[in-house]
């Protein structure tokens, strides 16, 4: 695995454990993967199933969407 020389100092610098991180970070992104493709699939389903969303239901959607969003924001501020 390279790093790149200030990143490595870093690292050292921190006495970061190096193979550890490198290994939890694959295993994140490898589910971040994994996940990613199984909402696709389902969606797949679902719009075999019932059709794909219109213009206005994704507008819709996006809007409630951007308020759950805005709500969080404020709820966590």
Do not use: T
Not at 3 to 31: H, T
Not at 40 to 65: C, H, K, Q, T
Request: aromatic letters at 6%; proline letters at 6%.
């Amino acid at each position: 695995m390279y790093l790149p020389e200030p990143l490595y100092a870093e690292v050292k610098a921190r006495k970061l454990p190096v193979s550890k991180l490198l290994q939890d970070a694959i295993r994140v992104e490898v589910q971040r993967r994994d996940l990613i493709a199984a909402a696709e699939a389902d969606a797949a389903d679902l719009f075999e199933e019932v059709g794909a969303p219109d213009p206005a239901e994704i507008a819709w959607a996006e809007d409630l969407a951007r308020r759950l969003a805005r709500r969080d924001e404020r709820a966590a501020s």
